[in-house]
């Protein structure tokens, strides 16, 4: 996480680095901070302030500080507390070098150990710090060299020392010995360049540089590469210069409206219907030749005849997404799937079988865990020498130019249009339907479900938009009244089974991450198995009770809390059975498999009303980063 910005050129630098750490302040807001050489003194001068943007603007307070060269960073925190000293950008004993960092140097301390022993103090916790001290020490070593371009004396000192760095980052240099000079590197952590007429900027994402220009080069991994007014040079890891032509943007940038909505979370829940309605538009095609709905992703449908197993890496929501994913890929298009946890699965993947489609499921494009695990699937698989190991990929991911864009060339763009909120809900709607759609296209091309059961599910999704606002405008209202009860619980268990089971995960990941309420997701059926134990009348229970394969179990599990005095809440439709639950959320009655896509709109909603009853940042939680783009 964290977002990194560098420009170099400008007229004035410091409206484009507030401008694009505005962009990325969904990246982390523990703190943020800005360096510009001065161009009345030469010298860099650095701000800082803790906490999120809006408190450096204030510390700037409309003073400009005049330069066309500068950095800006803002922070979630990895190592160290976030306070002001651990702020970036970071800065060497003489103030000429100023870093930004967005990553994790893992052998940090070594260098800290070493760089003490030479007599260096440091005045901050992090990892960062070791690299504009370890940059001046390499300046100081050039110098004696006698480089004549300062630009590229900086690349040569950065180069040198990102050879010792281990872990994964996305830096940009600034040093007060190359005034017009930037110098940035990436590894395992995105940056791409924007290009413009002698003036250049560098950024973690694209929206940070979209308002300048839409000619972009993204860096490829283990790149490093000097900007000055004059132009761009890139070298690869072995030195060389690259050369290759810069894409345009096709997202111009977007000034997303809150509208009327006090939040943006609120906002993207309501943006649902049109969420499904666009998926729908994008990916389900009336067959000319028989007049039949299918799903059209732009695959060849050979390459899913071969396929015998699929696994799925993802973490959090989309993890959820995934399970509910492998639901209907298991019990609708017969496939044995397996869900991993991205984090999980690069430290203990299961043994390599034949014919497995790998799928990385990612909103952001951009987590490290999945975007390494799916690095390390392909290169084990690369280096079977047999057909049948071959890697098939697939990327489900809102950024289809984000870095798993770039690895991956099958990609289902969920098309859900920018989400702000850190915690995610259109975009594991926009996930949920994707997985509908592959095991639609599973089913079809494998002869597993008739075609009636095909087009039956086909035409439950075509029935979503109008149903899911319904849903919403009636679940806003009983969602705010339920959080005037149970703005001050403490703990929530959540339950659910079958394809319902990963809702009930989602529920309590929701509510936990922008309400800080313990919250947790159980199978209804494993309650009795220990969490019953956690139930008294201070712990409500949540049960999602869908008409189907597993309702009675389901309403038998929920009068097992009952009896243990916990107040009951239902999402469920209004019939037989659901008389038990003190509070009903009402959700149409529909086919169990397309249960999900209802039963999540009460739960999002109820999180949200929650957090927002307790006064809290309910689209910038405490802690947590859109893009999580550390390990
Ligand atoms: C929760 C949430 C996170 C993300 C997780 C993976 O609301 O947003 O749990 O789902 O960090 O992020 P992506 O999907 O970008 O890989």
């Known amino acids: 996480m964290c977002g990194i910005v560098a420009v170099t050129g400008f007229k004035n630098a410091l409206p484009l680095l507030i401008n694009g750490l505005e962009k990325l302040e969904y990246r982390g807001y523990d703190s943020a901070g800005i360096a510009i050489i001065n161009s009345e003194s030469d010298n860099i001068t650095c701000n800082k302030a803790e906490g999120k943007l809006k408190n450096l603007k204030s510390l700037l307070n409309k003073n400009n500080i005049p330069g066309?060269?500068?950095?800006?960073?803002?922070?979630?925190?990895?190592?160290?507390?976030?306070?002001?000293?651990?702020?970036?950008?970071?800065?060497?004993?003489?103030?000429?070098v100023a870093v930004v960092q967005n990553g994790i140097i893992e052998n940090y301390q070594d260098l800290k150990n070493k760089l003490e022993k030479e007599g260096v103090v440091f005045n901050s916790d992090t990892d960062t710090e070791v690299i504009p001290h370890l940059i001046q020490r390499e300046l100081n070593t050039l110098g004696k060299l006698n480089l004549e371009n300062n630009g590229s004396t900086l690349l040569v000192a950065v180069r040198n020392v990102i050879t010792d760095l281990e872990g994964s980052y996305a830096l940009a240099v600034l040093w007060a010995g190359a005034p017009n000079s930037l110098v940035v590197a990436r590894r395992q952590a995105p940056l791409i360049i924007g290009l413009g007429e002698g003036e250049f900027m560098c950024a973690s994402d694209t929206p940070a540089i979209a308002n300048f220009t839409n000619i972009i080069l993204p860096m490829e991994d283990e790149e490093i590469a000097l900007l000055t007014p004059l132009g761009v040079e890139i070298y690869g890891a072995n030195n060389e210069r690259q050369y290759?032509?810069?894409?345009?943007?096709?997202?111009?940038?977007?000034?997303?409206?809150?509208?009327?909505?006090?939040?943006?979370?609120?906002?993207?829940?309501?943006?649902?219907?049109?969420?499904?309605?666009?998926?729908?538009?994008?990916?389900?095609?009336?067959?000319?030749?028989?007049?039949?709905?299918?799903?059209?992703?732009?695959?060849?449908?050979?390459?899913?005849?071969?396929?015998?197993?699929?696994?799925?890496?993802?973490?959090?929501?989309?993890?959820?997404?995934?399970?509910?994913?492998?639901?209907?890929?298991?019990?609708?298009?017969?496939?044995?799937?397996?869900?991993?946890?991205?984090?999980?699965?690069?430290?203990?993947?299961?043994?390599?079988?034949?014919?497995?489609?790998?799928?990385?499921?990612?909103?952001?494009?951009?987590?490290?865990?999945?975007?390494?695990?799916?690095?390390?699937?392909?290169?084990?698989?690369?280096?079977?020498?047999?057909?049948?190991?071959?890697?098939?990929?697939?990327?489900?991911?809102?950024?289809?130019?984000?870095?798993?864009?770039?690895?991956?060339?099958?990609?289902?763009?969920?098309?859900?249009?920018?989400?702000?909120?850190?915690?995610?809900?259109?975009?594991?709607?926009?996930?949920?339907?994707s997985f509908y759609g592959l095991a639609i296209q599973f089913?079809?091309?494998?002869?597993?479900?008739?075609?009636?059961?095909?087009?039956?599910?086909?035409?439950?999704?075509?029935?979503?938009?109008?149903?899911?606002?319904?849903?919403?405008?009636?679940?806003?209202?009983?969602?705010?009244k339920l959080a005037h009860d149970f703005f001050n619980i403490k703990d929530v268990v959540f339950l659910g089974r079958g394809i319902n089971y990963p809702i009930a995960l989602e529920g309590a990941l929701k509510l936990k991450e922008i309400s800080y309420i313990h919250a947790a997701g159980y199978p209804a059926g494993e309650m009795k198995h220990g969490p019953i134990a956690l139930l008294d009348k201070k712990v409500p229970v949540i049960s999602i009770a869908s008409p189907g394969e597993v309702f009675d179990k389901v309403i038998s599990n929920a009068?097992?809390?009952?009896?243990?005095?916990?107040?009951?809440?239902?999402?469920?439709?209004?019939?037989?059975?659901?008389?038990?639950?003190?509070?009903?959320?009402?959700?149409?009655?529909?086919?169990?498999?397309?249960?999900?896509?209802?039963?999540?709109?009460?739960?999002?909603?109820?999180?949200?009303?929650?957090?927002?009853?307790?006064?809290?940042?309910?689209?910038?939680p405490r802690n947590l980063a859109k893009s999580v783009t550390v390990e």
């Not at 960073?73 to 970036?88: F, L, S």
């Not at 029935?463 to 806003?476: G, Q």
């Open 443 to 480: 089913a079809q091309i494998k002869g597993t479900q008739s075609k009636e059961e095909i087009s039956k599910l086909i035409l439950e999704l075509f029935k979503l938009p109008p149903l899911l606002e319904d849903l919403i405008e009636k679940h806003n209202q009983s969602a705010e």
């Open 244 to 433: 290759r032509n810069p894409i345009s943007l096709n997202i111009s940038e977007q000034i997303i409206d809150k509208m009327n909505f006090k939040h943006y979370m609120l906002k993207e829940i309501y943006d649902q219907p049109e969420t499904a309605k666009n998926w729908l538009e994008k990916y389900l095609i009336k067959n000319s030749k028989n007049g039949q709905l299918e799903i059209d992703f732009p695959f060849d449908t050979n390459f899913f005849e071969s396929i015998e197993r699929i696994e799925i890496i993802a973490c959090g929501t989309s993890k959820h997404a995934a399970m509910v994913g492998s639901f209907l890929l298991e019990q609708f298009a017969g496939i044995p799937t397996n869900v991993f946890y991205a984090s999980e699965f690069r430290y203990s993947p299961p043994p390599l079988l034949p014919n497995i489609l790998t799928i990385g499921v990612t909103q952001s494009g951009e987590t490290a865990d999945t975007i390494a695990a799916i690095n390390m699937e392909i290169t084990r698989r690369s280096l079977v020498k047999d057909e049948n190991f071959k890697p098939n990929l697939i990327a489900i991911t809102n950024r289809s130019d984000s870095s798993i864009g770039r690895q991956i060339s099958n990609i289902i763009d969920i098309g859900a249009g920018i989400e702000i909120g850190v915690a995610a809900t259109k975009t594991f709607y926009a996930q949920l339907l």
């Open 68 to 96: 066309t060269i500068g950095i800006g960073h803002t922070r979630w925190a990895t190592h160290g507390k976030p306070e002001v000293k651990n702020a970036h950008p970071h800065c060497d004993s003489s103030g000429t």
């Open 559 to 620: 009068q097992e809390a009952k009896a243990r005095d916990s107040y009951l809440i239902g999402i469920a439709p209004k019939c037989n059975g659901t008389e038990i639950f003190d509070y009903l959320m009402t959700i149409p009655e529909s086919n169990e498999l397309i249960s999900p896509l209802l039963n999540i709109i009460p739960l999002q909603l109820l999180s949200y009303h929650i957090a927002a009853h307790r006064g809290l940042d309910v689209d910038q």
